[in-house]
T-cell receptor
Framework: DVKVTQSSRYLVKRTGEKVFLECVQDMDHENMFWYRQDPGLGLRLIYFSYDVKMKEKGDIPEGYSVSREKKERFSLILESASTNQTSMYLC????????????FGPGTRLLVL | RKEVEQDPGPFNVPEGATVAFNCTYSNSASQSFFWYRQDCRKEPKLLMSVYSSGNEDGRFTAQLNRASQYISLLIRDSKLSDSATYLCVVRDSNYQLIWGAGTKLIIKP
């Protein structure tokens, strides 16, 4: 079974704090993704990576950065958290870009005060 | 206009009934189509892919209508465990997945 884990289920941070969200997958997948999910909106792609040290902007990269130093790990960084970044953050991985199933982690619910 | 649109629901359906919902997409060049299921406070999981000829998996049937640019999901003999949000997903020509906001389904005993 594919397993995607995220470092925290719930996080509470203050405006201006730097926030790190970690994601690890154990299936040797090439592709990894960070989404945010908000009520009434579909999942929105923040960043994705199709190889170590590679990253591509998704639809809403502003205010975020990512790091992929190892194949199994993809980190999302909020450089200076803002209240409009309160959301559910979902990490996913897949073995081939787009066409294969994306496997999701359990999500991190982030509240920025 | 959203690229992928779904009726948010909720659809309240008695156990054992048949329920169907659609999803429309705006990009006629879309390549592939999927239904994902997301339980409350859980992550999305692939339910089924949608093929041009339609496909069936047990009580679930998915169909694609390219001319009208929509896909559908039909659930027969609904179970309490089918209660979830169903996400429509479309892969565009750039291999990116475009997600609908989901249709919430509640099966009542």
């Amino acid at each position: 079974d594919v397993k995607v884990t995220q470092s925290s289920r719930y996080l509470v941070k203050r405006t201006g704090e730097k926030v790190f969200l970690e994601c690890v997958q154990d299936m040797d997948h090439e592709n990894m993704f960070w989404y945010r999910q908000d009520p009434g909106l579909g999942l929105r792609l923040i960043y994705f990576s199709y190889d170590v040290k590679m990253k591509e902007k998704g639809d809403i990269p502003e205010g975020y950065s990512v790091s992929r130093e190892k194949k199994e790990r993809f980190s999302l960084i909020l450089e200076s958290a803002s209240t409009n970044q309160t959301s559910m953050y979902l990490c996913a991985s897949s073995s081939r870009l787009g066409t294969e199933t994306q496997y999701f982690g359990p999500g991190t619910r982030l509240l920025v005060l | 206009r959203k690229e992928v649109e779904q009726d948010p629901g909720p659809f309240n359906v008695p156990e054992g009934a048949t329920v169907a919902f659609n999803c429309t997409y705006s990009n006629s060049a879309s390549q592939s189509f999927f239904w994902y299921r997301q339980d409350c406070r859980k992550e999305p999981k692939l339910l089924m892919s949608v093929y041009s000829s339609g496909n069936e998996d047990g009580r679930f049937t998915a169909q694609l209508n390219r001319a009208s640019q929509y896909i559908s999901l039909l659930i027969r003999d609904s179970k309490l465990s089918d209660s979830a949000t169903y996400l429509c997903v479309v892969r565009d020509s750039n291999y990116q997945l475009i997600w609908g906001a989901g249709t919430k389904l509640i099966i009542k005993p």
